[in-house]
């Protein structure tokens, strides 16, 4: 799964000579993290007309530093940055219509800065785009443009790029199908850190895609994604070590994982603590805990999740069926954000 890029955080020194002086003083106030002087420094710049100050001022409300957080002021600065052609101000404007961050969402107005500053070379608004085209988020759906976009980023070295790419190669999406080159776009991305890449190379040596087969390699990927806390990892680490793939049988580091992506909302992860709850796999049996990853699992309409609840809920009691149902509630209240 792809997901947009943040937006970007790097301040920005003054291009021009106007009122220069201020915003410079206020890049050296940020960098001490002295926010009050930073403030007053960028503002008096940014109203004097200063773009780069205009554009610091708005990543100052933006991330709440030594203002409040306000997604509002943060985008008419940016919108006042971008205006004169600042492109990262170009582009957290269109992440922020993107979200609906202080402005209301509008796909169309995203992509209109994005464009922009993919134009000027912003390798996160390439991949951005590349998403709004394969999404079909404000555009007709075009996997040929979501390729054109990616390839873009990630020939800078995006590896946000570099990874889609990577995933229309292996699904054969807008171009054909091309393991060897999936395989050498994820190797790129994950070499930078990049979890999901890390993630999809294990999935090519546990499934022998465009490699010889190795479990090994598929289970040194998956930790390497598990352990920066990647859910779908998480759940293939875990079953790797459910079935003594690749590494010795460990039941109870198999729920550990499980437990750690469950926690984040994978339904499959949910599902096997279900089944491990159920048959006291590694675990105290616990029917009541098995009929609530059931239940969120089959929220998500996961695989035959609702069917083992309902065949749980019969040979549960009323008090243990009430009490699941609680757990449920209570899981999904903590893990719900707030508008």
């Known amino acids: 799964m792809r997901v947009l890029a943040a937006m970007g955080i790097a301040l920005a020194l003054a291009t021009t ?11 050296m106030y940020l960098e ?10 960028f503002r008096k710049a940014a109203l004097q007309g200063n773009a780069s100050a205009q554009y610091n001022l708005g990543l100052l409300y933006d991330k709440g530093q030594g203002v409040s957080q306000d997604y509002k002021q943060a985008f008419s600065w940016y ?6 052609g600042v492109a990262q101000a170009q582009f957290n404007l269109g992440a922020m219509y993107d ?18 500053a993919a134009a000027q070379g912003i390798a996160q608004a390439q991949v951005n785009l590349g998403v709004m085209y394969e999404q079909s988020k404000g555009v007709p759906q075009n996997y040929q443009q979501a390729v054109f976009w990616y390839q873009k980023a990630a020939s800078q070295g995006s590896a946000d790029g570099q990874a889609s790419l990577g995933v229309m190669y292996d699904e054969g999406t807008g171009v054909q199908k091309d393991y060897k080159r999936a395989m050498s776009l994820y190797e790129k991305a994950a070499a930078q850190g990049h979890s999901g890449a890390q993630n999809n190379l ?3 040596y546990d499934q022998g895609k465009g490699v010889t087969q190795n479990y090994r390699r598929a289970v040194f990927w998956y930790q390497k994604a598990a352990l920066q806390g990647y859910a779908p990892a998480q759940t293939s680490l875990g079953v790797m070590y459910d079935e003594g793939t690749g590494v010795p049988q460990d039941k109870k580091q198999a729920i550990s994982w499980y437990s750690k992506a469950a926690a984040q909302g994978n339904a499959p992860a949910q ?14 049996r616990d029917l009541v805990e098995a009929k609530k990853w059931f239940s969120l ?27 699941a149902q609680r757990r449920v509630d209570e899981w999904i209240k903590a893990h719900t954000k707030s508008p």
Not at 32 to 41: L, N, V
Not at 99 to 116: C, L, M, P, T
Not at 271 to 284: E, K, P, R, S, T
């Open 271 to 284: 599902y096997n603590l279900g089944l491990f709850y159920g048959d006291g796999l590694g675990v105290q």
């Open 17 to 27: 000579c106007a009122f220069s002086g201020d915003n410079d003083d206020g890049v």
């Open 297 to 323: 699992a089959g929220v998500q309409g996961y695989g035959e999740a609702n069917k083992y609840r309902a065949i749980l809920e019969g040979k549960m009691t009323r008090t243990q069926n009430a009490e």
């Open 99 to 116: 979200k609906g961050q202080g402005v209301r969402q509008n796909y169309k107005q995203a992509i209109s800065w994005y464009e922009k």
């Open 202 to 204: 294990g999935v090519m």
């Open 79 to 84: 919108e006042k940055a971008a205006a004169q």
């Open 32 to 41: 001490s993290k002295d926010y009050a002087r930073a403030i007053i420094s």
